[in-house]
């Protein structure tokens, strides 16, 4: 159950504190920071909505640190990244910088920038996993968090990409690319919606019109440029709005949440569904949740994928723990375990290549979930994320011209 913000303040006081700084921890060897997490506690605040994650983290990754480590690692569920970036400023404004309530966070994109430009983010130390090695940072796509450079800052803990997902026995041929979306969703009266923004999913849809609006990503990439943001900015809107009135209950609503839509899909509601992690669909109807004869899908003019992260904050009493929970996410065979069907269905954020005989049989071995669209058929029409600016004028530009 996602606990009040404020009861996780209470988490400091039972926080195992390590006695390094950080400074001291980037000039010791990566045998002396294990000497020092010995016995720590890491509390670690994520997104807390899928029950296969959550038992991957408690089970699997917990049971592992605590036998060979003696480290504690407590799960905090969360709903929103962002309330937690700004718990982490409020302590720094209150002069909190050693006792902090967070010691690792699952997080990318806006607030990221955000930890990143606030220095609230503890930096230079990745080097030092020894897993790091497996991590090929000359991708522009693993190296860059929403064309925002990691440096350091941030350690990779899957690669995603979007993916729509429809019941074939009702909708047999879906749209192929989001021309034919438009066209689809003003042809079928009330069987679809989108999450109003700020949910991360829904804002993520709105990128994929707003990139069609623009005739591709090309123009968009790099910094902020407002001239351009207005100009696609006032086709996005105009798309949008036209749509309105064949959305779920003709648009007086949406969905707040990722979760709300995947009810509505799964009662019938609305006829498609979509998420970053397409893993998610199989989990979906393996539980149940889902008919069986869910499939998923990219568009052929392209999906968004990007990389997600785990940080330690700046204030983190626990830097030595976080790092040795960092290294094991980073493991082959942690990245192995988390990409079963079975266990999470997610991919990994190394190259696999580099790992170990034993682990490159392991994924070579994995038979995808019928309902899952495979990673590589995705990849074929990957669209790059945009940078943070143009996610926040996106985000606020809907709220004026659509949402109201």
Same mark, same amino acid.
């Given at each position: 159950?996602?606990?009040?913000?404020?009861?996780?303040?209470?988490?400091?006081?039972?926080?195992?504190?390590?006695?390094?700084?950080?400074?001291?921890?980037?000039?010791?060897?990566?045998?002396?920071?294990?000497?020092?997490?010995?016995?720590?506690?890491?509390?670690?605040?994520?997104?807390?909505?899928? *029950?296969?994650?959550?038992?991957?983290?408690?089970?699997?990754?917990?049971?592992?640190?605590?036998?060979?480590?003696?480290?504690?690692?407590?799960?905090?569920?969360?709903?929103?990244?962002?309330?937690?970036?700004?718990?982490?400023?409020? +302590?720094?404004?209150?002069?909190?910088?050693?006792?902090?309530?967070?010691?690792?966070?699952?997080?990318?994109?806006?607030?990221?920038?955000?930890?990143?430009?606030?220095?609230?983010?503890?930096?230079?130390?990745?080097?030092?996993?020894?897993?790091?090695?497996?991590?090929?940072?000359?991708?522009?796509?693993?190296?860059?968090?929403?064309?925002?450079?990691?440096?350091?800052?941030?350690?990779?803990?899957?690669?995603?990409?979007?993916?729509?997902?429809?019941?074939?026995?009702?909708?047999?041929?879906?749209?192929?690319?989001?021309?034919?979306?438009?066209?689809?969703?003003?042809?079928?009266?009330?069987?679809?919606?989108?999450?109003?923004?700020?949910?991360?999913?829904?804002?993520?849809?709105?990128?994929?019109?707003?990139?069609?609006?623009?005739?591709?990503?090309?123009?968009?990439?790099?910094?902020?440029?407002?001239?351009?943001?207005?100009?696609?900015?006032?086709?996005?809107?105009?798309?949008?709005?036209?749509?309105?009135?064949?959305?779920?209950?003709?648009? &007086?609503?949406?969905?707040?949440?990722?979760?709300?839509?995947? +009810?509505?899909?799964?009662?019938?509601?609305?006829?498609?569904?979509?998420?970053?992690?397409?893993?998610?669909?199989?989990?979906?109807?393996?539980?149940?949740?889902?008919?069986?004869?869910?499939?998923?899908?990219?568009?052929?003019?392209?999906?968004?994928?990007?990389?997600?992260?785990?940080?330690?904050?700046?204030?983190?009493?626990?830097?030595?723990?976080?790092?040795?929970?960092?290294?094991?996410?980073?493991?082959?065979?942690? &990245?192995?375990?988390?990409?079963?069907?079975?266990?999470?269905?997610?991919?990994?954020?190394? +190259?696999?290549?580099?790992?170990?005989? *034993?682990?490159?049989?392991?994924?070579?071995?994995?038979?995808?979930?019928?309902?899952?669209?495979?990673?590589?058929?995705?990849?074929?029409?990957?669209?790059?994320?945009?940078?943070?600016?143009?996610?926040?004028?996106?985000?606020?530009?809907?709220?004026?011209?659509?949402?109201?």
């Amino acid at each position: 159950m996602l606990r009040p913000l404020a009861a996780l303040l209470l988490l400091t006081a039972a926080a195992q504190a390590d006695t390094a700084d950080g400074e001291a921890l980037k000039a010791m060897t990566w045998d002396q920071i294990v000497e020092e997490a010995q016995g720590g506690t890491v509390n670690w605040f994520m997104w807390g909505g899928a *029950d296969t994650i959550n038992s991957y983290v408690s089970g699997y990754l917990a049971d592992r640190l605590k036998a060979e480590y003696d480290i504690t690692l407590n799960r905090v569920p969360i709903t929103d990244a962002a309330d937690i970036v700004n718990l982490i400023l409020s +302590e720094k404004e209150a002069g909190v910088t050693d006792t902090g309530t967070v010691d690792l966070i699952w997080i990318n994109g806006e607030n990221f920038r955000s930890m990143k430009q606030g220095e609230l983010a503890f930096c230079g130390y990745t080097g030092l996993l020894p897993n790091d090695a497996l991590v090929n940072w000359d991708n522009p796509a693993i190296a860059n968090d929403f064309g925002v450079p990691v440096d350091g800052c941030e350690v990779p803990w899957n690669t995603v990409q979007f993916a729509f997902a429809h019941d074939s026995a009702t909708l047999a041929e879906p749209p192929a690319d989001m021309g034919a979306l438009i066209d689809w969703i003003k042809a079928n009266r009330g069987k679809f919606t989108y999450p109003a923004p700020p949910d991360f999913t829904g804002s993520a849809f709105l990128r994929h019109v707003f990139i069609y609006a623009a005739g591709g990503p090309e123009s968009l990439l790099g910094p902020f440029d407002q001239a351009k943001f207005d100009e696609t900015a006032a086709k996005t809107w105009a798309i949008l709005n036209e749509i309105e009135p064949f959305l779920w209950r003709e648009g &007086q609503t949406y969905p707040t949440t990722i979760t709300q839509l995947n +009810e509505l899909f799964a009662n019938g509601e609305v006829a498609m569904t979509f998420n970053y992690d397409p893993a998610q669909f199989g989990i979906a109807v393996d539980a149940g949740t889902y008919a069986d004869t869910t499939r998923s899908f990219g568009l052929s003019d392209g999906t968004i994928g990007n990389t997600n992260y785990t940080l330690i904050p700046f204030n983190s009493p626990n830097k030595a723990a976080a790092m040795v929970v960092e290294d094991l996410l980073l493991s082959g065979e942690a &990245q192995l375990e988390k990409a079963k069907p079975q266990v999470w269905g997610a991919s990994p954020a190394i +190259e696999v290549s580099r790992t170990t005989p *034993d682990v490159q049989a392991g994924f070579a071995g994995i038979v995808g979930h019928p309902s899952v669209v495979p990673a590589a058929e995705l990849a074929k029409a990957a669209l790059p994320e945009l940078q943070a600016d143009w996610l926040t004028a996106i985000e606020k530009g809907w709220l004026e011209n659509v949402g109201n």
